[in-house]
Structures are given as C-alpha cells and as structure tokens.
C-alpha cells in the first residue's frame, strides 16, 4: 500500500480535528504543499477555471471532521467553475473517495473528475439535499449513509496531473457546486516507467 492522503475542505484550520491521514484545505491555491497529521505531504490546490473563478471556503457541521465544511463555487457565477488540482507522486492504480455536497443547505453538484485533462467521470446537475453527500460513483446519500456506506473510485492514472473540475461550463443559476472531502489512496506502484508505454506489471 502506497500513500493514503485526504483533503478535508473548510474555512478554519482549528474547526475541528481531522484524521491523521488528512489535511485542512482553507482555499488555497495551487500549488500548496499539504501536510497530514502524519508528516506525509501532497502538493495541491485551486486553479481558475474559465477565466476568473474564485473559491469560498465555510465551515459547516463538526459531527464527522471530513464533511466539516466545503469549498464552493456558485453555478451562478461567471465563470462558473474553478479547478482542484493534485500532483500524484506515482502513476498507476489510486482510489478516490470524495463528497460533495454540504450540511447546511441543497446544492447542484456540476462535477468532473480528469487525468492530465482527459476526463473520466463526468456529473451533470445531481441534486443533493440539505445534509447530503454524493460519492465518487455519484450516488447520494444523506450524511450518516455518506459516513458508513460510500464507495471509492479506483482509477489508473496514467499521468501525475489529478483533476477535479468544481462547478458547471457555464452559469446554470442553480445553488452551487460543493466539495467537502478527498481522499486519495495509492494502490500500487509500476515495475517501469513511464506507464503505460513499457507495460508494467503491477504489484498490489
């Protein structure tokens, strides 16, 4: 098992206590070097999407420190989207767990996840309701659900660019788009590199 690393999205570092595995993401831009309660580190963070786009960070619901806040941006803004950006340390096999959505009120989540800007899931208007999350499979759960029955998403990347794309193309004027927590964990490594040119086998 490789590096397991989380993004818990909010406006305060001190709001709450977040796993030993996760780092506090206040809005930052990339590239921010995180570090978890392990020493562990992970280069990260927003870039503008079409243009301007600019992130809010609030804190929300202390129950579960990962779905303790969000970083937003409204489907009504122009632009309407802005970008978190990850620099994977390995290609290869990771498992993506994420939450969107947001204690506090009901959202229209506009979500696309890409490697090195190809996209490999792509969410268009799911509707969470006040204390909802969606996973990265896109199914939504209320919170206590979110916590005990989410599914992550494994991905071969095959470049060291992560993307997720936050918020729609264009201005839907409907709520906003809203992230509450990544997490990244890395499967396995490559025998040889660059992947996938050279065919390597993987070890798990």
Known sequence: MGLDF?????????????????????AETFPTTYTNGLGQTMQAGWVSGGGNGTVTGLNRNTVDPRLSGINFISNTATPSF????????????????TAF????????????????????LTYTNIATALDSFMDTNGTVFTRPNWITSNVPFVKLFS???????LGPNAPTGTNASTIAHLRLTNLGVAETFPFPT????WRI
């Open 6 to 26: 989380g993004f818990d999205f909010r406006s305060t570092a001190v709001f709450v206590t977040d796993p030993t595995y996760a780092a506090p993401v206040l």
């Open 159 to 165: 470049s060291a660019t992560f993307t997720i794309q």
């Open 82 to 97: 802005i970008t978190f950006q990850v620099t994977l340390p390995a290609f290869g096999p990771w498992s993506i767990t």
């Open 101 to 120: 959505g947001d204690t506090s009120g009901a959202q229209n989540q506009y979500v696309v996840l890409a490697d090195n800007a190809v996209a490999f």
């Open 198 to 201: 050279q065919g390597p086998t």
